[in-house]
């Protein structure tokens, strides 16, 4: 038998870590898609779709989304302490990961 390593299965993914979601247990409701039952680092649980999960679309409950969004006076604070428009802020954001 051959241990297929990079084949994640559903019932193999139980403990697995996605991003910042550890899958708890799969949810299985009849004509539905496959849920799974997540915690996230940030200790909030989420039921997210298995295949966002195996696919990479599901990577936190949200809480990364909204750390990686400063609210607008955030925005204002970089571009001023950095001295730039707010044009070169979000090019710089969609070329590195490192401003907020
Ligand atoms: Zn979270």
């Known amino acids: 038998m051959s ?5 994640i299965t559903e019932e193999g993914s ?3 870590r996605f991003g910042r979601l550890k899958v708890q247990q799969l949810e299985r409701v009849i004509g539905h898609p496959l ?3 997540c915690q996230c ?5 989420v039921i997210v779709f ?15 989304r909204t ?6 006076g955030t925005v204002a604070e970089f571009c001023a302490k950095h ?3 707010r044009s070169t802020y979000y090019n710089w954001r969609r070329r590195a990961e490192a401003v907020p």
């Open 3 to 7: 241990v297929r390593r990079f084949k």
């Open 14 to 16: 139980v403990g697995m």
């Open 35 to 37: 849920r799974a039952v």
């Open 41 to 45: 680092d940030c200790g909030k649980l």
């Open 50 to 64: 298995w295949r966002n999960l195996k696919t990479g679309n599901t990577r936190s409950c949200g809480c990364w």
């Open 67 to 72: 750390k990686r969004a400063p609210a607008r």
């Open 83 to 85: 001295r730039i428009s």
